[in-house]
């Protein structure tokens, strides 16, 4: 791919590039295929896609007891500046 732009906004599969990210990235994607047992739908987005709101109403606030909440750390930071 020459540039960014020529990227299409939405795709199934990723453009093979000969650098070491590239390999990676495959070689990440083909694993979890392989070792899932019903594979995994690659659905690859541009972040300036008109079908973004697709991949960010599946985004959770991952929180565990031993850790804050996005939010919650958010608070934390505007309670510590007003100190």
Do not use: C, W
Request: charged share 25%.
């Amino acid at each position: 791919m020459p540039t960014f732009s020529s990227l299409p906004f939405d795709a199934y599969s990723l453009p093979e590039i000969d650098n070491p990210l590239s390999i990676k990235i495959h070689n990440f994607l083909t694993y979890l295929i392989q070792n899932r047992p019903n594979g995994v739908p690659v659905h690859v987005m541009r972040e300036d896609s008109p079908n973004r709101h697709l991949f960010t109403r599946h985004m959770v606030d991952d929180r565990s007891e031993s850790s804050m909440s996005y939010v919650e750390f958010l608070r934390y930071i505007q309670e510590q500046i007003r100190k």
